[in-house]
């Protein structure tokens, strides 16, 4: 497990030295918060097939300082994860994260929890705006810029995240307005998403074919939308989709 995540730390290093802190250094004014790093756990590389969950941002994150180190927040990431589907119960974490968080986001994760499937969490955006207390998502044009590729590569962050954890499928519970943010982080052609129109009839879309990942990759809603009753699409049909291709 520290190999791996010492890995995912290289580049995201890189990231954060080359793209995000000189943006967050020449751009103060835009709040942007602390960015989160995936890191993954020893149950995740030991189970029988691997799930990577991308989401759509941080939620709530202060402004950035450089305070911290990106083993801290991979840390954080795994410990949080494991205690929402109870694969820990350590008290430390207990005293830490308070009462389970039972938000339709994590209610998505926990069918796929069992002793078959683990996953893994990532975000398409590192960070997000936080302005007077509250959330916003990235503009489009910060999206654009902190999405890019690393320096003196031809990929992004998150494509080298996903080549060193190896997820066996990826499932983006992002919704159709985070196309752009999708195709720039998996450095695929403009367009190519919006043009797949997912919409409350389509659900969820296989994407596996223009990806670039060579994995089964799926979109969807975000869970919060998914459990809408305006959608008539259940969260109980998407998630057999998702399992489906698992060939359990």
Known sequence: MENINVQLNYYQEIWLKNIFEPYVSENADKNISYPFFTGVSEKYLCAKK????????????????????????????????????????????KLQFGKRNSSPFWSFFKPFSNDEIVPCWNNIDKAQRYINGKTKSLTVDIEMELNKKLPNTDKTLFQNEVEITKPD??????????HATMERAMNIEKGVLRSLNLS????????????GLEIPTFWTYHPRHISSRKNP??????????KGRFDL
């Open 233 to 242: 699409l259940c969260r109980d049909d998407i998630i057999k989709i998702i």
């Open 200 to 211: 409350y009839e389509t659900g969820c879309i296989d994407i596996t074919s223009v990806s």
């Open 50 to 93: 691997r799930l990577m969950i991308v989401g759509q941002e941080t939620n709530g994150w202060s402004v950035y300082k450089p305070d911290w180190t990106i083993a801290d927040s991979q840390k954080w990431a795994i410990n949080y994860l494991d205690y929402q589907l109870h694969y820990s119960n350590d008290p430390n974490l």
């Open 169 to 178: 499928i990826i499932v983006f519970i992002t919704g159709p307005y985070y």
